[in-house]
């Protein structure tokens, strides 16, 4: 917590492999300890590098910690959704997963996957004042996120939300940009099987 960004990120990357290579009956005692100093500082002015070792950490920590971890899902969620918007496309990788990860804990995921399609309709990017590139990686960043969190269909019961998603995909697949005409395909592609299920 009060390293240098190199301390940080070794840091960061050391208790990964602890994680790791702990089995989960005896991480189960520390993973709050763990989880309460790295949610808090992930969201410091920290290079990339740091970050992407945090939000994998955190990765790690949500497969091995599993319904200890719940109280925290809110916070781990607005980490992650923040990371989506991260000027580093390595940062926005992790978040993806991190989120993936985070949905068999989440007990609502609507307010979640709404907060993804507006993320990919592009609507929260002038409040970061980013130009258009970057607004484009975001966008591609929350189509990701949005495909991996409804591929998880079985928490997906709104056929509002599903609808949403499924409109903001069919929006963005005729898109100049062919990776966000990708991401808009696998959007469409999971919603659509979600529809045909319910």
Excluded at 106 to 120: H, Q
Excluded at 129 to 153: D, F, K
Excluded at 162 to 177: E, K, P, Q, T
Aim: aromatic share 4%; proline share 5%.
């Amino acid at each position: 917590m009060y390293g240098d960004s190199s301390v940080r990120e070794n840091a960061a990357a050391g208790l990964g492999e602890i994680v790791k290579l702990t089995s989960s009956e005896f991480f189960s005692p520390f993973a709050i300890k763990i989880t309460g100093p790295l949610l808090r500082i992930v969201g410091d002015r920290n290079p990339s590098t740091v970050k992407v070792a945090i939000i994998e950490t955190l990765g790690l920590i949500l497969s091995k910690g599993g319904p200890i971890l719940k109280a925290f899902v809110p916070q781990f969620q607005t980490t992650f959704i923040k990371a989506l918007s991260d000027p580093s496309r390595l940062v926005r990788i992790e978040a993806i997963k991190a989120l993936g990860l985070l949905i068999p804990l989440s007990t609502r995921v609507e307010p979640l996957i709404k907060e993804l399609v507006s993320g990919a309709r592009g609507e929260t990017l002038a409040s970061l004042s980013i130009e258009s590139s970057g607004g484009i990686a975001i966008q591609i960043s929350s189509l990701e996120a949005l495909a991996r969190v409804l591929a998880c269909g079985s928490k997906v019961q709104s056929p509002e939300i599903i609808s949403s998603a499924l409109s903001v995909g069919n929006l963005l697949v005729v898109h100049d940009d062919e990776d966000l005409r990708e991401a808009a395909i696998k959007v469409i592609r999971v919603a659509s099987e979600l529809q045909k299920s319910l």
